[in-house]
C-alpha cells in the first residue's frame, strides 16, 4: 500500500492561471472531475467574475484518465461543454492509424506476467449481426451475451474446436495452444463490449471524434501540461512530503499559488 496523493489542478487556457487545485489520496481520477467543477464553479461565483461559469459554455477538457459512463451522464445531464475522450479515441482517429506500428505499443519492454497473444483489437465484430471473424479469416460461434447498465452489453465468443487446432497462428492466438487439441478442450475466446448507441459515452464520442472537438482537445497539452512541467521541474515538485489530506492540500496549492503568482508578475497589468 502506497499512501500518496494526486494534485489536480484546473488551468485557464488564455493566461495559463491554475482556477482551481485539489489533492486527492486515490490512484483513479474519474471520481475527482465533479469536486473540481463545483470547486470552479464557487470560486468564480466567490470572486464575483461569473454566477455560474460552467452554465456560460466555457469549454472543459479533460484527459482520458477522467473519462467514466458517470461522468459523461452528469456532464450531459448538467450541459456541461466538455470534451473528454475514452481511451480508444486516438485508435478511431484516421490520423493515428500507423502510429501503433511505427512506434510499438507504449511500455512493452517492461512487460511481464501473461503470454503475449494476439489482442482482440486484431478480431472483426458485428455486434449487431453477433458475428465475430478471427484473424485467420474463421467464423467464431457465439456463446452468450450479459447485460449490463446504461444500455451496455458484453458478446462473448469461442472459435471452433476444429478451426484452432488446426490453425497457423494458434501459437500467436492462445496462451495455451494444447486447449484445442482435446474434445473437452476449448478454442480462442474473445469478447467486446457493445452499446445501444444512446449512452452517455457514446455522446462523449461523438463530440470527442467529430472535427471541432479534435481541433478543441489538441490544444489541452500546451494549456495543462507546461503548468505541470513548471511545478514538477522547476519547482522541483516530484513528490509530496507531508500526509494527511488537509496537509498534502496544503502543499499542493502553496505552489499553485506560487505559479499563480509568477504568471502576474511577468504578465500581470499594473495598477
Known amino acids: 500500500t502506497i499512501q500518496g496523493y494526486n494534485g489536480i489542478a484546473a488551468v485557464d487556457k488564455e493566461h495559463q492561471i491554475i482556477v482551481e487545485a485539489q489533492a486527492f489520496g486515490a490512484g483513479q481520477e474519474q471520481h475527482t472531475l465533479k469536486p473540481i467543477l463545483d470547486g470552479i464553479r464557487k470560486r468564480y461565483r466567490d470572486t464575483g467574475i461569473h454566477q455560474d461559469i460552467l452554465d456560460s459554455r466555457v469549454i472543459v477538457t479533460a484527459d482520458t484518465g477522467f473519462s467514466s459512463e458517470?461522468?459523461?451522464?452528469?456532464?450531459?445531464?448538467?450541459?456541461?461543454?466538455?470534451?473528454?475522450?475514452?481511451?480508444?479515441?486516438?485508435?478511431?482517429?484516421?490520423?493515428?492509424?500507423?502510429?501503433?506500428?511505427?512506434?510499438?505499443?507504449?511500455?512493452?519492454?517492461?512487460?511481464?506476467?501473461?503470454?503475449?497473444?494476439?489482442?482482440?483489437?486484431?478480431?472483426?465484430?458485428?455486434?449487431?449481426?453477433?458475428?465475430?471473424?478471427?484473424?485467420?479469416?474463421?467464423?467464431?460461434?457465439?456463446?452468450?451475451?450479459?447485460?449490463?447498465?446504461?444500455?451496455?452489453?458484453?458478446?462473448?465468443?469461442?472459435?471452433?474446436?476444429?478451426?484452432?487446432?488446426?490453425?497457423?497462428?494458434?501459437?500467436?492466438?492462445?496462451?495455451?495452444?494444447?486447449?484445442?487439441?482435446?474434445?473437452?478442450?476449448?478454442g480462442r475466446q474473445v469478447s467486446i463490449t457493445a452499446t445501444n448507441g444512446h449512452t452517455a459515452t457514446d455522446w462523449m464520442k461523438r463530440r470527442v471524434d467529430s472535427q471541432e472537438g479534435k481541433v478543441i482537445y489538441g490544444h489541452r497539452m500546451s494549456v495543462v501540461e507546461p503548468v505541470f512541467g513548471n511545478t514538477g521541474t522547476n519547482k522541483g515538485l516530484n513528490r509530496f512530503s507531508l500526509r494527511g489530506r488537509d496537509k498534502v492540500q496544503g502543499q499542493w496549492r502553496m505552489f499553485c499559488l506560487i505559479h499563480n503568482i509568477e504568471k502576474l508578475m511577468n504578465y500581470g497589468a499594473i495598477q
Do not use: V
Not at 506500428?101 to 512487460?111: D, E, F, P, V
Not at 482482440?120 to 453477433?130: I, L, P, R, T
Not at 458484453?154 to 474446436?161: M, V
Open 70 to 186: 458517470e461522468n459523461n451522464d452528469y456532464l450531459r445531464k448538467e450541459e456541461i461543454n466538455a470534451y473528454i475522450p475514452d481511451n480508444k479515441f486516438r485508435s478511431r482517429d484516421k490520423a493515428f492509424a500507423k502510429q501503433k506500428k511505427k512506434y510499438g505499443k507504449r511500455n512493452q519492454h517492461n512487460a511481464k506476467g501473461q503470454k503475449k497473444i494476439i489482442p482482440s483489437s486484431e478480431f472483426h465484430f458485428d455486434a449487431k449481426h453477433k458475428i465475430c471473424i478471427c484473424p485467420a479469416g474463421k467464423s467464431l460461434w457465439f456463446r452468450g451475451e450479459s447485460r449490463k447498465a446504461k444500455g451496455k452489453r458484453t458478446l462473448i465468443f469461442e472459435g471452433n474446436l476444429t478451426d484452432c487446432r488446426s490453425c497457423h497462428l494458434k501459437d500467436q492466438c492462445m496462451r495455451n495452444p494444447s486447449a484445442a487439441d482435446t474434445r473437452e478442450g476449448h
